[in-house]
């Protein structure tokens, strides 16, 4: 067994935990949380107090000679089904919401209201979309880590609830303009085969990780003809929701659901990024013919 001295990032000494050369970060954890107020959910552990986030099933290097670690507080923590959950059912209902009781938003316009079927079609992709992310985080999503910081909460819920009034508040207002039925079709097709791969891609990465674990492996293309996307781009899943809502922009061709898209796009496009660096220096074998979003390009 070694002594080891426990340090926040600011070098204020918490106290000592006995653990081996083998101790795994979890454990050192819950032996942090005996000597401390911080649970185990607010922890962030390094070896270094500028270094970076050791990972739970990771043990600490060098421990036997520099007989310290330093832990970071994370703040108060929340589960990350709870934040999905709250994320995705907003828009459900705050889309419906507008499209329903128009007059909340347009006060005289809507007495002798128009809801076009462009608009009703609109309705229904969003409903959909909205429905499918709630079903898949209880019943497909696991997750590596079980919680995150409570003020993300806040932060993502402005985000959808926020795009979800500025978009709604269009497409269904009295003086929408739909498109020519050509450009719906368009629309709803590319929805339609987007969603469907987006839910294939889910139900695959969940098949990767046995639950309750953290194991990582490469994805790869299964018997659905929809993750061959697999072969091209290390995040399908995110090519496919950027895909959605092409799919819903051309189906509207209303600005406002080009700028979500867009901002959507930006976003993944910087996770698919982080994602595609990680499986590559994590994976030795890892295909070197894919990119992180678009395929041959990004």
């Known amino acids: 067994m070694v002594q080891v001295e426990v340090y926040t990032v600011k070098n204020k000494k918490l106290g ?5 050369r083998s101790t795994k ?15 185990v959910d607010r922890q962030s552990v390094r070896s270094d107090i500028k270094g970076k986030d050791i990972k739970n099933e990771d043990s600490i290097p060098d421990i036997e000679t520099t ?3 330093f832990v ?17 059912a907003g828009p459900l209902v705050l889309y419906a919401v507008v499209a329903c009781r128009p007059w909340i938003l347009y006060g005289e316009l809507a007495y002798n209201p ?12 969003w409903s959909i979309h909205y429905l499918k992310r709630v079903l898949e985080t209880l019943f497909v999503h696991r997750f590596s880590h079980g919680t995150m910081p409570i003020r993300n909460l806040f932060k993502n819920c402005g985000y959808y609830w926020g795009f979800c009034i500025y978009v709604a508040y269009h497409v269904n207002h009295p ?17 339609a085969l987007c969603e469907g791969g987006n839910l294939a891609t889910h139900v695959l990465l969940r098949n990767l990780r046995p639950a309750g674990s953290t194991v990582r492996k490469i994805p790869k293309p299964d018997s659905c003809p929809l993750n061959l996307l697999f072969n091209y781009v290390s995040c399908p899943n995110y090519t496919y929701e950027v895909g959605s809502w092409i799919g819903f922009t051309i189906l509207t061709s209303c600005l406002p659901a080009a700028i979500f898209t867009f901002a959507g796009f930006y976003q993944m496009a910087v996770w698919a990024l982080g994602k595609h660096r990680n499986y590559k220096k994590e994976f030795s074998d890892y295909p ?8 041959f390009i990004l």
């Open 72 to 88: 970071k507080d994370l703040g108060p923590q929340i589960g990350w089904n709870t934040v999905f959950l709250l994320e995705y």
């Open 288 to 295: 070197k013919q894919r990119k992180a979003i678009i395929p």
């Open 67 to 69: 007989r310290k670690i």
């Open 25 to 39: 970060v979890n454990e050192i954890k819950e032996e942090i949380a005996k000597i401390s107020k911080l649970s």
């Open 175 to 191: 003086l929408f303009t739909p498109p020519p039925i050509i450009l719906q079709a368009i629309g709803l097709g590319l929805f």
């Open 16 to 20: 000592d935990i006995s653990i081996t």
């Open 114 to 125: 128009t809801f076009t079927t462009t608009a009703k079609i609109a309705l229904a992709c």
